[in-house]
């Protein structure tokens, strides 16, 4: 069986200087599936996420993303860091959306979109640009490819975020909060576009504040607090019963 | 001055006070700078015009005499070859600097630190004299007698030293300014290219360099004006740049006041005539206009706010 957009995680850990923020984490996703990752801030979720597509290495443990270890090869004695290019292409097969969008200002819509397939794969000119047109489509920006993004507003520059990591081609899309930094009018067409995708059989890791969103469209949900995952399960079942009384008393807040 | 101490008097017109101006309060120490300084300006033109030391006429004889064109055209040379030759050197420095790997990073911050605090007239000199310390020049295979020797005295004419000078403290300088437009770059485009698989050179071309320019730009105008004034310097090694001309001929003729005037004169007409450009450009890269590029601003914006799907 492929190990294509699945991802497995056992036992990392994180610190930032004495801090340690992963404590023993475990994760397993299977392909196509949709995980939410909820809890308070400063619990780990963003940094769970950040090393699942290297932007943060992980101190210990084991992290296997496409059924490839992240960022190093494992011989008998330890893991040894793979080369630039090599953890670069590993990258490309995971997308990645920001809280902040981070697209890039100096380039339109459509530039930022080819981005990717044209400046990292080589790929040809005139088709991305096509493949950018129907990407834009997709997410509802059909007439925005010559925008810059100081042009757009937050929830049309996230939705142009999306289509650039879509762009790619991955596996695996991961977001970080990705509807946080929005007017909450705009936050409903970010979700459409992520529910649109999540049927597409996409896998996908979202780290989110939207419980509704989390209740409708995710198939698990983890909770973490303090680097650890108190609960994870069923997301229906874990909003509707939580067993865990941290999980209880943080969702009774935030519902 | 009375009025403005006694109560005010309201007087009605017919006009109506709702179409009246709203006057500047002016305090009284506004009229009296406006009196020393009209004084002092007065003053000073009457001194400068009536003073026969001055010799205006030998200034408007030599400013554009042969020699003075020559030699502004040599300071025009050396600034821009030493700011083009600079700002390359820099832009290499400062990628080093920002390196991960640290004898790398080091060695561009001990050089930073070197040029930028040493007097730059002192390294000139240093430049000029450096046969004293290296009397030949070998370039070759080390360790072997393959190779061929250059007589460092012959190869660093003054020019060579003024170029080799002004250059290597540019960079010191132009390092600092790219440096520091590379970190007005946020941690999150970095991150999102590195999310795409970028290479370090595609991110430096692609994300970084265009979005440091904004704040490197108008810097480096500012550096292109110090250094039109800084090659005046290499006048002391007998580089008969601007103001070095005008030394040949007052110790000639004696007439140091009006060929130092002729001199600075060219100064001042060419560091106005690249500060106007300098202000445009401060003005097309400031923060609040440079968040959309420039060949976007023409675009309007005529399509609905955030379609809804």
Not at chain 1, 37 to 42: A, D, K, T
Not at chain 2, 87 to 114: C, D, E, F, N, Q
Not at chain 2, 128 to 150: E, R, S, V
Request: hydrophobic residues 45%.
């Amino acid at each position: 069986m492929s190990a294509d957009g699945t991802i497995h995680a056992r036992g990392i850990r994180k610190s930032f200087g004495p801090k340690l923020v992963l404590k023993d984490v475990d994760l397993d996703i299977a392909s196509g599936e949709i995980c939410c990752i909820i809890g308070p801030s400063g619990s780990g979720k963003s940094t769970l996420l950040r090393c699942v597509n290297g932007l943060e290495t992980v101190d210990s443990g084991v992290l296997k993303v496409n059924g490839e270890d992240l960022g190093y090869y494992e011989t008998e004695t330890a893991f040894h860091a793979l080369s630039k290019k090599e953890i670069a292409e590993q990258r490309t097969r995971i997308g990645m959306v920001f809280q902040q969008f981070n697209l890039f200002p100096n380039m339109t819509s459509r530039e930022n979109i080819m981005a990717g397939p044209v400046l990292v794969k080589g790929a040809d000119r005139k088709e991305s640009a096509k493949r950018a047109q129907e990407l834009l489509a997709s997410v509802g920006l059909a007439g925005f490819g010559d925008y810059y993004p100081a042009q757009l507003s937050g929830g049309q520059q996230q939705r142009v975020a999306i289509a650039r990591s879509l762009a790619m081609d991955p596996e695996i899309m991961l977001f970080d909060e990705p509807t946080s930094a929005l007017d909450p009018e705009k936050v409903g067409e970010v979700l459409a576009v992520m529910k649109d995708l999540a049927k597409k059989g996409m896998t996908m890791v979202v780290v989110t504040h939207e419980m509704g969103f989390a209740r409708e469209v995710s198939d698990s949900l983890l909770f973490m607090d303090e680097g650890v995952v108190v609960e994870r399960g069923d997301a229906r079942a874990v909003l509707a019963d939580p067993k865990e009384l941290r999980t209880k008393a943080f969702l009774d807040k935030v519902l | 001055m009375l009025k403005f101490l006694g109560h005010r008097r309201q007087t009605t017109s017919g006009k109506d006070p709702a179409l009246k101006p709203r006057l500047r309060r002016r305090s009284a120490f506004e009229y009296i700078a406006w009196i020393v300084c009209c004084l002092l300006a007065l003053g000073i033109l009457l001194s400068v015009s009536t003073n026969p030391n001055f010799r205006w006429g030998v200034v408007a004889r030599y400013f554009t005499h042969e020699t003075i064109i020559r030699g502004l055209m040599l300071t025009i040379f050396l600034t821009v070859a030493s700011m083009v030759l600079g700002t390359l050197l820099g832009l290499l420095l400062a990628i080093m600097r920002s390196s991960r790997i640290k004898p790398i990073a080091a060695t561009a911050g001990v050089y930073i630190t070197l040029f930028r605090g040493t007097p730059v007239l002192v390294q000139l000199i240093f430049w000029f004299n450096i046969a004293a310390l290296y009397p030949n020049l070998t370039l070759g295979i080390p360790f072997t007698d393959i190779g061929i020797a250059i007589d460092v005295n012959a190869l660093i004419a003054p020019i060579t030293a003024a170029l080799i000078g002004l250059t290597l403290n540019e960079a010191a300088y132009m390092a600092e300014i790219i440096r520091g437009g590379f970190s007005s770059v946020g941690k999150g485009q970095i991150e999102a290219a590195d999310s795409l698989g970028m290479s370090g050179a595609m991110k430096m071309r692609k994300v970084i360099i265009p979005q440091a320019m904004p704040s490197i730009i108008p810097a480096t105008g500012n550096q292109v004006i110090g250094m039109f004034k800084e090659t005046s310097l290499v006048s002391v090694l007998g580089v008969a740049e601007l103001l070095q001309s005008a030394q040949l001929i007052y110790a000639r003729t004696y007439e140091t006041i009006p060929l130092l005037i002729v001199a600075s004169l060219w100064y001042l007409v060419m560091t106005l005539l690249l500060s106007y450009p300098q202000s445009k450009l401060e003005q097309k890269y400031s923060r609040t206009s440079s968040r959309i590029p420039r060949k976007a601003k023409g675009i309007v914006l005529t399509a609905p706010e955030g379609i809804a799907r």
